[in-house]
C-alpha cells in the first residue's frame, strides 16, 4: 500500500491523476528561490522557456543573464559569479549541460568548490520525437562521478520544485535532472522531502522483491506494485538524490526483500542501478535487476514508443520481477 | 597613478627578484613552465605592487580587485609575486609541485584559499572572470571600484570558450573587466602562427565590442599605463595585448618554445640565475 506518511496524491491511481513536466516544478522552485534569496541569480544557453526559467527572468529581469548558445561560457560564468557570493543556477537541456561542458563543470565549479546549481532538462529517452541527440542517457553517470557534487532526479514536478528550493542552501554544486513530458503526479505539497533521504513510496510487510526507481519511472513502479499485489508483495524506494546515496535505505531493503530491482530512464551502465550495485556489492550483496537503456543511443517516437522500445514499460518491470523471483 | 622613474625602477628590480624567485622555485620542482612564468613577470609584478585594489595580510578583504589566471601552468609567477607580495613567505616557493604543497602544480584553491580560482585547463578563466564582473555589476554598476583582471595566454584564445566569454562581455559593456593577453608568440606545439593562426588579433577583440590596448609586456611604463588607461574606458569591456618575450630575462632561454613546458636543470638554471643576477653582465653578481 500507499505510505500513509508522505501524504501521496490520493488520484495517484486514477486514470484523471493530474500530470505536469518536471521541467516546469524547477522554474518554479527557482522563482520561489529567487523571492526568499536575492544571491539567486539565473542563467541559461537560449532555452529559457523550454527550461521554464522564463518564470525567475520576468520576475527579476535583473538578475537573469542570457549566454546564447555556449553552455561551456555558461558553467565557468556561473562559477565566477558564485565567487562573488551568488547562487547561480544555470539551465539548459542536459544533453549540452552537463553534456557538453561536463570538464568545465568538473573544474571550474566542483574543483574549484563553487556552489552552481545545475538544471539538465529533457533528460531520459522521453524527450520523444526529437530523437537521439537529444535524450540525454548518460547524464547521472557523468555527475556522480565528480566529487562535491549533489545528484538529485526529481520523480515528479512537486518534488523538482523543493528540490530546486533545498538546493540553494547545501553549499555545494548540484545538479538537478529533469524531463521534458508531462507525467503524473505522485506527491503533495504536504510529502516531505529532503537532500539525500530516500523514502518508501510503497510498502508491503513481506516483500520478495525491493524496486528502487528514480524520476519519472517510479510511477510504473508503483504501477507494478499495485497491479501485482496479490500475487506478489513488492516494495517501492523513491531514489531521487542518487548522490549521496541514502545507504541506510538501500540496505534495509535489500536485507528486507532479498531481491533488489532498480529502474531509471538512463544508461543501465554507471547510472542509479551502478550506485546501488555499489553499496549492496560492499555491504549486504543480493541478487539484483536493472531497467534501464542497454548500451543504446535513442532515437524518434512518442515517449511511450519509446519507453517501451527500450525495455522501461510496466510490462518489462512486471517481466523482471518475474525473472528475480527465479533467482 | 602614473610612474615615476624613481617608482620605475624599483617595480624592475622586484621584477628582477620574482624572476631568481622562479628558477628557484622550477629547478627545485624539476617540472613546471618556465617560458610563460618569466615573460609575464613584469606584468604580475606591476599588478601585485603597483596597479590592484588588495592587502595581501586580509587576502579576502571583499573590497579587493580579482585577479582570475587562466592559463594556470604559468603559476610560478603567480606564487612568486604574491610571496614578495606578501601573501606567504617566499622560502614557501621551494615547495612547489611537491606532494602535501600549498603550490600545486596547477592552481587549486583547496590548498591554497586566497586563490580566486583553481585553474588549469586552458580557455575557461575570461569566463569566470566575465562572471565577477556580471555580479559585481549587479551589485553595485559597471563603474565599480572593484575591478576584475583576467590573465591569459595567447595559446588559449584557440579555444572557442575564451569567444564566447569574449562575446558575452562586449554585449554586457563590462567595463569593470580587464584581460591582459600575454602575447609571446609560443605555445606547446611551436609557434602560434604556425600552430593556429592567430592575427589579425586585435581586429578579434575589437569585433566583440572590446577597447584594444596593444603594450610591449616588458616596459614597466607602458605596462602601467595601459591598465590606467583602461580605467577610463566605461562602455566597454578592455584587452590589453601585451607583446612578450618567451622567457624574457634570461637570454638562453628567449624565443624559443621548447621552454614552454620544462624545467630548467641545475646547470641552467646557475647560469639563469648568473644572468639575472647581474643583470646580464651589466653588475658584478653579489652586489
Given amino acids: 500500500m500507499l505510505n500513509p506518511d508522505l501524504k501521496l496524491n490520493k488520484k495517484l491511481f486514477d486514470k484523471d491523476v493530474e500530470h505536469a513536466p518536471i521541467r516546469k516544478g524547477f522554474g518554479e522552485g527557482l522563482l520561489l528561490a529567487g523571492e526568499n534569496n536575492p544571491q539567486v541569480v539565473g542563467l541559461c544557453a537560449d532555452l529559457t522557456e523550454s527550461t521554464h526559467m522564463n518564470l525567475f527572468r520576468d520576475k527579476f529581469p535583473n538578475r537573469f543573464i542570457q549566454v546564447g548558445v555556449a553552455e561551456q561560457n555558461l558553467a565557468s560564468v556561473a562559477s565566477g559569479m558564485a565567487s562573488m557570493g551568488k547562487i547561480p543556477f544555470i539551465s539548459s537541456y542536459a544533453m549540452f549541460s552537463p553534456g557538453r561542458n561536463w570538464e568545465q563543470i568538473r573544474t571550474t565549479i566542483c574543483y574549484n568548490n563553487r556552489p552552481v546549481k545545475i538544471a539538465g532538462s529533457h533528460a531520459g529517452v522521453s524527450v520523444g520525437p526529437d530523437g537521439g541527440t537529444h535524450q540525454a542517457i548518460e547524464d547521472i553517470a557523468i555527475t556522480r562521478v565528480i566529487p562535491r557534487m549533489i545528484v538529485i532526479s526529481p520523480c515528479d514536478t512537486l518534488e523538482a520544485q523543493r528540490a530546486t528550493i ?3 542552501e547545501t553549499g555545494t554544486p548540484v545538479y538537478l535532472r529533469l524531463a521534458r513530458e508531462k507525467t503524473p503526479i505522485m506527491t503533495t505539497k504536504e510529502t516531505p522531502f529532503e537532500i ?8 508491503s510487510d513481506n516483500p520478495q522483491v525491493g524496486i528502487i526507481a528514480t524520476g519519472a519511472l517510479l510511477y510504473k513502479a508503483l504501477e507494478t ?16 538524490t542518487i548522490k549521496p546515496l541514502d545507504e541506510d535505505a538501500i540496505i534495509k531493503l535489500a536485507k528486507k526483500a532479498g531481491r533488489i530491482i532498480t529502474i531509471e530512464e538512463h544508461q543501465i551502465a554507471g547510472g542509479m542501478g551502478s550506485a546501488v550495485a555499489e553499496c ?21 517516437g512518442t515517449p511511450d514508443e519509446l519507453i517501451e522500445h527500450y525495455g522501461m514499460g510496466t510490462n518489462s518491470i512486471i517481466t523482471t520481477v518475474r525473472r528475480i523471483l527465479k533467482r | 597613478m602614473y610612474l ?7 617595480l624592475q628590480e ?6 631568481v624567485s622562479i628558477i628557484d622555485a622550477l629547478v627545485r620542482a624539476g617540472s613546471g613552465h618556465t617560458a610563460g612564468s618569466l615573460d609575464m613577470t613584469d606584468i604580475f609584478t606591476a599588478l601585485y605592487f603597483h596597479t590592484l585594489r588588495h592587502r595581501p595580510e586580509e587576502p579576502h578583504w571583499s573590497e579587493r580587485d580579482r585577479l582570475v589566471l587562466s592559463n594556470g601552468h604559468i603559476c610560478p609567477v603567480l606564487y612568486a609575486a604574491m610571496a614578495h607580495a606578501g601573501y606567504f613567505p617566499v622560502a614557501e616557493l621551494k615547495t612547489l609541485r611537491q606532494f602535501g604543497s600549498r ?3 596547477h592552481p587549486h584553491r583547496d590548498f591554497l584559499p586566497m586563490l580566486e580560482t583553481s585553474s588549469g585547463p586552458l580557455g575557461s578563466g575570461l569566463s569566470q572572470a566575465v562572471g565577477m564582473a556580471l555580479a559585481d555589476a549587479m551589485d553595485v554598476g559597471t563603474k565599480s571600484a572593484r575591478r576584475i583582471y583576467a590573465l591569459l595566454s595567447d595559446g588559449e584564445l584557440e579555444c572557442g570558450q575564451t569567444w564566447e566569454a569574449a562575446m558575452l562581455a562586449g554585449k554586457n559593456n563590462l567595463a569593470n573587466l580587464v584581460a591582459v593577453v600575454d602575447r609571446n608568440n609560443i605555445q606547446i606545439d611551436g609557434y602560434t602562427e604556425e600552430v593556429m593562426p592567430l592575427e589579425p588579433l586585435s581586429d578579434k577583440w575589437r569585433a566583440w565590442n572590446w577597447h584594444v590596448i596593444e603594450i610591449d609586456g616588458h616596459n614597466m611604463e607602458e605596462i602601467t599605463d595601459a ?27 628567449e624565443r624559443d618554445y621548447r621552454w614552454h613546458g620544462k624545467p630548467p636543470n641545475k646547470e641552467e638554471a646557475s647560469k639563469a640565475l648568473g644572468e639575472l643576477r647581474t643583470l646580464g653582465g651589466k653588475i658584478k653578481q653579489g652586489e
Fill in chain 2, 14 to 19: 622586484i621584477a628582477n627578484k620574482i624572476r
Fill in chain 1, 280 to 300: 549492496l556489492a560492499r555491504n549486504y550483496p543480493v541478487p539484483m535487476e536493472f531497467v534501464g537503456v542497454h548500451d543504446q543511443f535513442g532515437q524518434s
Fill in chain 1, 225 to 240: 506494485a499495485k497491479k501485482l499485489e496479490d500475487e506478489i508483495s513488492i516494495e517501492v524506494l523513491n531514489l531521487s
Fill in chain 2, 227 to 253: 591598465f590606467e588607461k583602461a580605467k577610463a574606458v566605461l562602455e566597454n569591456p578592455t584587452v590589453i595585448i601585451a607583446h612578450t618575450v618567451a622567457g624574457k630575462g634570461v637570454p638562453g632561454f
Fill in chain 2, 103 to 105: 603550490l600545486q602544480g
Fill in chain 1, 196 to 203: 539525500g533521504k530516500a523514502q518508501t513510496f510503497w510498502q
Fill in chain 1, 166 to 168: 533545498a538546493s540553494v
Fill in chain 2, 4 to 10: 615615476t622613474d624613481e617608482r620605475n625602477i624599483e
